[in-house]
């Protein structure tokens, strides 16, 4: 089975179960599905896109940082629009290509996100830490790509860091392992409700 089978089961896992509706400021209009329920949000699917500007600044982040993302999650976020959502233990940027940020909603998109904390961002870059998600929503610890320790398929373990021990003291500190790679993070999903 290639990386791109493997993700686009994944996708297909995900539009089958369980998933949380979201506030219309988080769901595009072309990811959500039906009319909003009696709170306002939206059930949404993952789709695929045309995500030319994503895959061109895949390319140009991964020369200037001289670190490449693995090879799964490139296929996922270059080949696919979704909201942000929880992932099993890690909650996953937005990859809309849309400006999310609204009054009451914090921009949970991927390529925004990523540079969003100076701190963290220098930090974690030299160190060859490439952050793709958080524990949880309310969470600020970053869910990252242990690029040092890249397999030789182009994988990665995913590690959660303390976010205060950088911010406090300038260290880093990994907190736990999560996967041994974004492949095992998403044969292990099962639904976000």
Not at 53 to 66: I, K, T, V
Not at 85 to 92: A, D, E, K, R, S
Request: hydrophobic content about 35%.
């Amino acid at each position: 089975m290639t990386i791109d089978s493997k993700i686009d089961a994944f996708v297909s896992k995900v539009n089958s179960s369980s998933r949380e509706p979201l506030p219309p400021e988080e769901v595009p209009e072309f990811l959500r599905i039906g009319s909003p329920d009696n709170y306002g949000q939206f059930m949404w699917s993952i789709k695929r896109s045309d995500c030319e500007w994503m895959q061109g600044w895949f390319e140009a982040f991964e020369r200037e940082m001289h670190l490449k993302f693995p090879p799964s999650f490139e296929s996922l976020y270059s080949r696919y629009a979704f909201p942000a959502f929880q992932c099993g233990p890690v909650f996953l940027h937005a990859n809309t290509g849309y400006d999310l940020e609204s009054e009451i909603s914090i921009n949970w998109e991927f390529k925004e996100r990523i540079f969003k904390d100076k701190g963290l961002v220098e930090a974690l870059l030299p160190a060859g830490y490439l952050q793709f998600g958080n524990p949880h929503e309310t969470d600020y610890d970053p869910i990252c790509f242990d690029t040092k320790n890249r397999r030789d398929d182009g994988e990665c373990p995913i590690v959660g860091i303390d976010h205060e021990e950088i911010l406090c003291w300038s260290k880093i500190r990994v907190a736990k392992v999560i996967a041994s790679s974004f492949l095992e993070l998403i044969e292990n999903y099962k639904g976000s409700v």
